[in-house]
């Protein structure tokens, strides 16, 4: 069955860290992938998507995420972590079949001061 | 605004009950869906809509049962509430082009607390 893992339910950084959260998929047909961020009591907000373009997908807020087909992963990066940053993160995926997200279990992050 | 609304936001009810969750979109999208959230924030697609048709029923009990009177409405209504429908419920919509499904922008959750 298709799936998406993301490696860590938390994950803790300090402000101004390199943050890097992890996201694998298990298909060999490569799918449209997505991360998704949502704040505390709100809905979930797109940051970016791949969509077979370009393998190096930049986003909002900075982030950015790498598809690497031969890993089958979709890693979602930040330069340098922003106390806004602290949220819900969700890596999810598409194949197409009537629009079907398959979600992974998500990782909150948090941001030390 | 320009957005996907559902209302209302929280809803606390009985077992037993039947409620209903509204989901309106104004983004002119042509797919419409609903998605669970339950309490480990664990997200898993119930229905989806395209052009008021019925695409995908994830195995959901028949206790659910979505309408879309058009395009732009989506509404869920459940009958004989159980503890376990306890959750947040997203309602999402997406356009279609070319025969492809795009990302999909999802509403602020409504809130299921069945006592």
């Known amino acids: 069955a298709q799936s998406v893992t993301q490696l860590g339910s938390h994950v803790s950084v300090s402000e101004g860290a390199l943050v890097l959260l992890r996201c694998n998929y298990s298909?060999?047909?490569?799918?449209?992938l997505f991360w998704y961020v949502q704040y505390p009591n709100q809905g979930l907000q797109l940051l970016l998507k791949y969509t077979s373009a370009a393998t190096l997908v930049k986003g909002i807020n900075g982030f950015e995420a790498e598809f690497k087909k031969s890993e089958t992963s979709f890693h979602l990066t930040k330069p340098s972590a922003h106390m806004s940053d602290a949220a819900e993160y969700f890596c999810a995926v598409t194949y197409n079949q009537g629009g079907k997200l398959i979600f992974g279990q998500g990782t909150e992050l948090s941001v030390k001061p | 605004d320009t957005a996907v609304s559902q209302t209302p936001k929280y809803l606390v009810t009985q077992m037993g009950n039947d409620k209903s969750i509204k989901c309106e979109q104004n983004?002119?999208?042509?797919?419409m869906y609903w998605y669970k959230q339950d309490s480990k924030k664990f997200l898993k697609i119930m229905f989806s809509?395209?052009?008021?048709?019925?695409?995908i029923n994830e195995t959901v009990p028949n206790r659910f049962s979505p309408k879309s009177p058009d395009k732009a409405h989506l509404n869920l209504h459940i009958n004989s509430l159980e503890l376990g429908d306890s959750a947040v419920y997203f309602c999402a919509s997406s356009p279609w082009t070319g025969g492809q499904y795009n990302e999909q922008f999802f509403g602020p959750g409504t809130r299921l607390t069945v006592l």
């Open positions: 983004l002119g999208h042509d797919t």
């Open positions: 809509y395209n052009n008021k048709e019925l695409i």
């Open positions: 298909s060999s047909v490569p799918p449209y």
